[in-house]
């Protein structure tokens, strides 16, 4: 159970929130370099951007985009989202905790003859079991996603790029990670700048 | 789809999500029109005076209503279904519709969430001051350890609906601030206000809209929405078994639970059709929420107010099929008794008036579409009060037979609830966007001939 929980938790650690790690000799990084951003017009630059970017063999990855769209996804090569696993979860424990509770205060901790009724009444138990389940199971999954996406996270290095806040507008970012292995400060701003992206620009941590 | 030719277009041709997103952000960071100061101001004094009736009622008690014996479920019982069952339609149009992948509920479903909250939060200071002394209510209406030990009675449906109700809260409130992280971070980004920066800044949480983000969120979204259709079914079904369970003729009855649920969502589609038609209008939406809304909305209602018609007829028919002489009765009084006149009317508002929709003219009408779902509101008000007065008063014996008059106290109750309902409405246009701008987005993004090729290639894998 424990390595479980451990491999739930350290396999939703994702790149973008990780400390910068080891880099590889001879990457000369500026000291303060979170990544270098690219600022693309058009959706599907963006998707051929990210195929570029992982064919050269950058796996530090991100992308930002002002709709949620599905071929990127797939692209950028994210596993699936942990959100159903924990929503099961949630529910589960609602469930029993709905049922639980029930029975535990009518047929054992204080015990009622109310016309003849049997204690464990479980038919009668039903309805606020199922509102459980839904109760938890809801919380789980709003609270999952807002674990595994990190939030809240009031300050993130991309918000220091001033075009940055055109991504919940009509822009399309990707952002090569300066801890990828493969990163060189020049080197990826010069390769940045041939996928056709309108703007690049560094991104201080 | 060439059958869907002939039909007003969900969005009105031209939009980009870069213009979906600057017309409907301006609607909120814009300097407050005129017309909000006077609608709030007339829906806060509402509220004041929903205030006042709280104080009175908590000094004198319940007595302060035309409540009594036999008729001990008035008004509080009567608005309290009410408004729950208003709520309805704002999860099934985010829910139901989001998983029948209905796209034309984009731009209703932010507003519908809304309504349903705050029809919410509306019911429940009914069920909170019905009780008389809430203080008290709590150890048996919530399971904690208390120095007498007792628990509450989880066998009786009064508990379910503890349950199923602030469930229903909850999720709802859930539902609708996740739907809003995205468009709080493009206020946040749009916004030039250093307040406002900060404020939504600390609302949105620091959503940056990643891959990694949106899938979550997509995911999310889609299970809140497959949980709260079993959920929103469930609700107006417990609600309808305070009544069922109860064996008073015209309650104790198994049609109950599906006929509340399309009665709950037939007032719900007539409440929102009532809040978008000036909402549209005032804000000068009628680029998002267009004629099709109105048309699809104007459907379900029709189709809905039928399912409550045969819930009626079906009534008048056991009733007499039964052979018992009380429910027989029961009928009898309800439509030729004291409280006839209220049963005449809620036929027509709730089952001929809404028989006008077949005509497409008035379909196409946003006036008569107005008045027709107020109508239907009113008419669904009655229904609630019809149900529960009429079956009440006049019982078994004829020596305990009564009459209800509603008190002044029992009206200020519910033009407060008004108040209240309104007073948040009139908060929340005024402050959050009304739309779904990123869902909005999606939909531009079809017009928009960048995307051709995302499409394509879509198509193609």
């Known amino acids: 159970m424990r390595t479980f929980f451990a491999r739930l938790l350290a396999r939703h650690v994702r790149p973008e929130f990780g400390k910068p790690g080891p880099r590889q000799e001879g990457g000369d990084l500026p000291p303060h370099l979170y990544g270098v951003i690219a600022e693309f017009a058009k959706p599907e630059s963006l998707v051929q951007a990210v195929h570029a970017v992982r064919h050269e063999g950058y796996q530090v990855i991100e992308a930002y985009t002002p709709y949620p769209i599905e071929e990127l996804h797939d692209a950028i090569g994210h596993g699936p989202s942990r959100v159903p696993l924990l929503t099961l979860i949630g529910g589960i424990l609602g469930g029993l905790f709905g049922f639980f509770l029930q029975y535990w205060t009518s047929a054992v901790d204080f015990p009622l003859n109310i016309g003849g009724r049997p204690y464990n009444s479980w038919v009668s138990f039903i309805p606020i079991t199922f509102e459980c389940t839904i109760l938890f199971a809801g919380i789980a999954a709003v609270l999952g996603m807002l674990v595994l996406n990190g939030l809240p996270m009031p300050y993130h290095p991309v918000f220091s790029v001033p075009r940055f806040q055109l991504a919940s507008r009509d822009r399309y970012f990707l952002m090569v990670l300066a801890r990828d292995p493969r990163f060189r400060a020049g080197d990826t701003f010069r390769f940045m700048e041939t996928l056709g992206a309108s703007h690049v620009s560094d991104v201080e941590d | ?461």
């Open chain 2, 1 to 461: 789809m060439s059958a869907n030719a002939d039909r007003p277009p969900v969005i009105a041709p031209g939009y980009t999500p870069a213009t979906v997103t600057d017309k409907i952000s301006s609607v909120v960071l814009r300097k407050t029109p005129k017309w909000w100061f006077l609608g709030f101001f007339v829906s806060f004094m509402a509220l004041q005076l929903l205030l006042i009736s709280m104080v009175k009622l908590l000094i004198l008690g319940v007595g302060i209503w035309g409540v009594n014996i036999p008729v001990g479920w008035g008004f509080a019982i009567v608005n309290f279904v009410w408004w729950i069952g208003i709520g309805h339609a704002g999860t099934l149009i985010s829910a139901i519709l989001l998983l029948l992948r209905q796209t034309w509920r984009t731009s209703i479903n932010r507003f519908a969430e809304a309504m349903t909250l705050f029809a919410v939060a509306a019911a429940a200071q009914f069920v909170l001051f019905h009780t008389g002394r809430q203080w008290l209510a709590v150890y048996w209406l919530f399971p904690y350890p208390n120095t007498m030990g007792v628990w509450p009675q989880f066998r009786s449906p009064l508990m379910w609906d503890v349950f199923a109700v602030s469930t229903y809260a909850t999720i709802s409130a859930l539902f609708w601030f996740v739907g809003l992280i995205p468009d709080l971070a493009t206020l946040r980004d749009r916004s030039k206000h250093w307040f406002g920066k900060i404020a939504y800044g600390m609302l949105a949480m620091g959503w940056r809209g990643s891959a990694r983000h949106w899938h979550n969120y997509e995911t999310a979204s889609l299970l809140l929405a497959g949980l709260a259709t079993p959920l929103v079914v469930s609700v107006h079904t417990v609600v309808s078994f305070d009544f069922a369970v109860g064996i008073i003729p015209g309650w104790h009855s198994t049609i109950f639970p599906p006929y509340f649920v399309a009665g709950a969502i037939y007032s719900g589609f007539a409440m929102v059709m009532t809040l978008a038609i000036p909402l549209r209008k005032v804000f000068g939406l009628e680029d998002f929420i267009t004629m099709r809304h109105l048309q699809n909305m104007a459907k379900i209602m029709l189709a809905t107010g039928l399912i409550v018609a045969y819930g009626y007829g079906i009534e008048l028919f056991m009733a007499w099929y039964s052979g018992n002489t009380f429910e027989q009765y029961m009928m009898h009084n309800r439509i030729l008794g004291p409280y006839g006149w209220v049963w005449s009317l809620l036929i027509l508002c709730n089952i001929l008036t809404p028989q006008l929709l077949w005509l497409k003219k008035i379909r196409s009408s946003v006036l008569a579409l107005f008045f027709i779902s107020i109508i239907v509101n009113i008419g669904m008000w009655l229904e609630r009060f019809v149900i529960v007065v009429t079956s009440l008063h006049r019982d078994f014996l004829p020596s305990s037979w009564g009459m209800y008059t509603p008190t002044r106290w029992d009206w200020s109750f519910f033009v407060g609830s008004l108040g209240l309902f309104f007073s948040l409405m009139f908060l929340f246009i005024r402050f959050l966007p009304v739309i779904s701008i990123f869902e909005m987005r999606t939909i531009a993004k079809g017009h928009d001939p960048a995307s051709a090729d995302v499409a394509e290639m879509k198509g193609a894998s």
